[in-house]
Structures are given as C-alpha cells and as structure tokens.
C-alpha cells in the first residue's frame, strides 16, 4: 500500500517532517498501545483471525491512532480512505460510501477512517448506520473527546471502543531512538533536558518528533536551560469545556478531600495556566467548603469568600495568590459531609411526605 509521502504525489528528495518519515510500517512498531496491538489485545486477535469490525479510537492527540488505521487495512487488504469530519459533508460522505459499494461488488473492502469523528452532527452520523450494518464499509473514528458523550447511541451501539493511551516516557524514549538512527546522530541535549523534552511532549508522540525535528539542526549541546530558549514551552492540554476541564476539577477534587496540599496547588495551576476561568474554581471551592468541610471548620467558607471577593477585586495575576491560599486552607483544614448527608436525607424525605404535617 502507498505510503503518505507516495499518495500525496511528492517527488523524492521533497522535505517531509520527522513524524512522516518515522510512521511505523508494522503494527508491531506503534508503541505506547500494547494494550491493543498485542497478540492477546483486541486489535491483535482481530488481525489473527483476519476479520475487523467497526471501531473508534478515543485518545489523546500524537498516539497513533490515524496510523493503526491505516496498518489496519493494510493488515486486513481492505482499501483505507480517509476523510476529517471537520473538512467534509453530506456530500463527501455520499461519494465515500458509492466510491464503497462500487469497490464492494467487484471484491474489495472499504476501511474508513474518519478523523474527529465527534465533529459531524447528529443527522451526519446516522447517515453512517446503513452502510456499517450491511458492510459496504468498516468505519474506524478517532476523537480526542468522550464517545459516550458526543456520539450517537445508534451509531455507538455498532462501534466497539478502544482507548488510547497518552505516551509514557519509556515510549516517548523508544521514539527518540529511532529518530536518532534514522538521523545518524544523537540529539544534541544533556540527559537532563531530554527529560524536559519527554514533559513538553505530554505524552503526544507527534509533537515530539517536531521537536526532535527542530533540534537536530543544533550544533551545540542543550542543556536545560538553552532547550527552553530554543523552544517554546507547550501550552498546557485544558480543553475548557471538554473532558479535561472535568478530568482536572475532579483531580482537584480528590486532592483537596485527600488533603493533600501540593496536588491541589499543582491543578489549580495547571487549570489557569490553561484559561481556565478563576471565578469557576472559586464558586467550586465555595461548594466545597460547605459539602466536604461544612461545620468540622465554618471558617472555610469564610475563607473561600473573601478569596472570590478578593480575586473580584484584584483580577489576574495578583487574584490568583488568594485563589491559591483557599485551595491550601481547604486542603489543610478537618473533613466532614455531615450538613451535605442530612441535608439530603431530609430533602429526600420531605419529597416523600407531600404535605403531611
């Protein structure tokens, strides 16, 4: 099967990016997914019994997801298109499925792959259901968001989800290596600002060979220091409305439970570092001191308070320290949800009762 760099019609010797020119060819070579592409994962007992069903790749961006596609129709000798529901229509579905059916009746099988499959509206994904029920075509989505929430139950019902997981740096270090022998050189970084590079990627693979990209083209060693001046600092991962927005408050929900200071500083910076808006965490932390604190400590709720009023007062950045010295008073101070249980109990029961007296 044609490569990227052959499909897209590029004339040898064209400059084409390290993550291109490092695309595995093997399934065996994706790394960071063993969990799926190994002998006893789904993906590799599909492969060994030569038959694929419809799926959805749910991950982060930079973990493979588009290139399991595609070495899965190789796998399978089924013909892979791909489409972006941000770039197509009604239209362009039309023609995938007939381009399908055409290929269908004289033999050959249709792989494809439609990335951010989230992105196509309600109506757009039924068009999907008829042609994935009688096999005109196997469909294989990839979203970065929950498919449970932004996907039809129709279209989920005939779906079997697979999650993909964020790089650890064991795999990040495997990407390096091979850029590095397929370079000829050695990245020119000290041990110590190769680690950076692993927490700048954030466990998107891609990303980290566009680094790789950039600094193979540096003379000089790196350390910690020169690598930050070299390259930019990532922006952190916060999708304000989506799942990391509510993956975050509830890590920070835990840590102020668990009263475990450092956690819930560290994501009370992460989520502003990512835009989050500091009067939400604010009305949160107010939440929590009256449901998680409640009378074990009433000056919580004073403290969470005069932080709101002191952040309205003071915007960003100097707000930012009074939203900071809530999150430590709360994670510090003595537990109990004793005002949030009976509070409950009695709501629930004055329901029951009607206008019993």
Known sequence: MADLFT??????????????RLRPKLLREVVGQDH?????????????AGRLTS???W???????????RLLAQGTEL???????????????????????????????????????????????????PYVEDGTIILVGATTENPSFELNAALLSRLQVLTLKRLDERAMAELLTRAEALEQKKLPVTDAARAMLYSMAD???RYLLNLAD???????????TALSQVLQQRAPVYDKDRDGHYNLISALHKSLRGSDVDAALYWTARMLA?????????????RFAAEDIGLADPNALLQTLAAKEAYQFLGSPEGDLHVAQAVIYLATAPKSNAVYKAYKAVAKRAKETGSLT
């Open 79 to 129: 013909y892979f298109e791909q489409i972006s529901a941000v770039f197509s229509g009604v239209a362009e579905l039309r023609k995938c499925f007939e381009a399908a059916a055409d290929r269908r009746r004289v033999g050959m099988g249709t792989l494809l792959f439609v990335d951010e499959i989230h992105r196509f509206n309600r109506s757009q994904q039924d068009g999907f259901l």
């Open 7 to 20: 499909s897209a019609g590029l004339e040898q010797g064209a400059p084409r990016p390290l993550a291109d």
């Open 274 to 286: 990512g835009g989050e808006e500091p009067l939400y965490l604010l009305r949160r932390l107010v």
């Open 214 to 224: 950039i600094l193979f083209e540096v003379e000089e060693m790196l350390d910690v």
């Open 55 to 57: 799926l959805v790749f």
């Open 59 to 69: 991950g982060p961006p930079g973990t493979g997801k588009t290139t399991i596609a």
């Open 203 to 205: 466990g998107d693979g």
């Open 36 to 48: 799926l592409i190994a002998p006893a994962g789904p993906l590799g007992r599909m492969l060994s």
